[in-house]
């Protein structure tokens, strides 16, 4: 069975940084396509990256291209999201996802594209 759990969440000022982890069990991750999603209170979950599964594509959404950085590193079955310049905005529950596929589209950006989740880390960022 795959376990996804997220880690490195925290309260942080305008302007910091998080790296936030999501480790993998009961499969190895190097057959799965793997994103980042986050939900603010009273908002929908929303897509924030997608890396492939040998890591040589990604995705982002519009909001946090140049500022987060998604990573990842097979061996350790453990996915990153390096997020610098944060802001309020940022405030979320933020999920990490898994699919178990070769294909990266566009598809990865919708919640429904993947099998797997985790419950969630919290990052809030104060002014």
């Known amino acids: 069975q795959v376990q996804l759990v997220e880690s490195g969440g925290g309260l942080v000022q305008t302007g910091n940084s998080l790296r936030l982890s999501c480790t993998v069990s009961?499969?190895?991750?190097?057959?799965?396509?793997m994103g980042w999603f986050r939900q603010a209170p009273e908002k929908e979950r929303e897509f924030v990256g997608a890396?492939?599964?040998?890591?040589?594509?990604?995705y982002y959404e519009d909001s946090v291209e140049g500022r987060f950085t998604i990573s990842r590193d097979n061996a350790e079955n453990t996915m990153y999201l390096q997020m610098n310049s944060l802001k309020p905005e940022d405030t979320a529950v933020y999920y990490c996802?898994?699919?178990?596929?070769?294909?990266?589209?566009?598809?990865?950006?919708?919640?429904?594209?993947?099998?797997?989740w985790g419950r969630g880390t919290q990052v809030a960022v104060s002014l």
């Open positions: 890396i492939s599964w040998r890591g040589r594509r990604t």
């Open positions: 009961g499969r190895a991750i190097s057959s799965y396509v």
């Open positions: 996802a898994a699919k178990e596929t070769s294909v990266f589209t566009a598809q990865v950006m919708r919640a429904s594209h993947y099998d797997h």
